[in-house]
């Protein structure tokens, strides 16, 4: 026995897959261990057959989280350098949900950057005129379509050494950059099954890829899904970049940004100092806080 440092990269039914020097193993946990999620790093005993115990999470520099019962929240995913928000022409582009992306990003020390696939079908000036919002604000973006594969060779160099993210709308296009980007992703699905030998691995894990550049690729439908996570109304502020230097320019500390006397941000955006539209998209995604 011995103890090595692990990547996990998937949760099967029967442990969790960690991969220790390039090899699978199936671990159980530590009793009383928080939860473990892909993309920990963690310390295990192996044990023999490939099979082992994790003793211990590494410390963390990012962490996605998402509700559960309740009050309750979940952990979903570890050590995510960078989210890649994906969005088309269509389905209809859905710019509060991309801002909903972004807020979480700039909470949780995770880089946003905006992917716009279906660059094949006819342009929209209304999509044009909101990216140059978000340009303005530092966002990276990439112009790719996955169908005729432009714009991919750019995606991949920002991809590289990063663990990584692609979240979205269903049927912007997420799975066809996947299997662009990952033409073995079938393949090396099934050898994590087969090494473990605990059946199919089910489409709804959590799972981790190495691209061959070097860099990793977290995927699953259910993280693509995370929703507003747990952030608090002062966090959903804070995730909107150009409400920052504004804040603490309000006449009330704890201003809501709503219909409050000397708001700076309310006050910019009815100048357009900084973009209305994300201001009134602000107020919706603060609507759908639950209020304790
Ligand atoms: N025209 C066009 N269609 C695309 C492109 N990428 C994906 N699609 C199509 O969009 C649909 C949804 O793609 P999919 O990858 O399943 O989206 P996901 O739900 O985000 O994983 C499929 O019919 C794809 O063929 C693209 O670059 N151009
Ligand atoms: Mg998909
Ligand atoms: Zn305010």
Redesign the pocket.
Known sequence: MSIVEGLVISHLGKGIAVEVDGKICLCQTRRKLDTVVVGDKVLLTATVNQQGRIDEILPRRSLLTRPSRGTKIRPVAANIDQIYV?F?Y?PHCDFLLIDQYLAICENRNIDAVLVF?????PASPHIEDELTHYQALGYDLHR?????N?GIAALKASLKNQVSL?A????????????TLLPDKNLKTNTVSETTKHGRHTTTAATLYHFPEGGNLIDS?GV?IFGLADLNEAQLAQGYREFQPLIEQCQFHNCAHVKDKGCAIRNAAEKKQISPARYQRFLKLREKIPRP
Request: hydrophobic fraction near 35%; proline fraction near 3%; charged fraction near 15%.
């Open positions: 994906v088309a269509e696939n279906k660059q094949d079908l790719v379509s996955a169908i005729k432009t692609f979205g709308q269903s049927g912007v296009g997420k799975s066809s950059l996947t299997n439908p693509a």
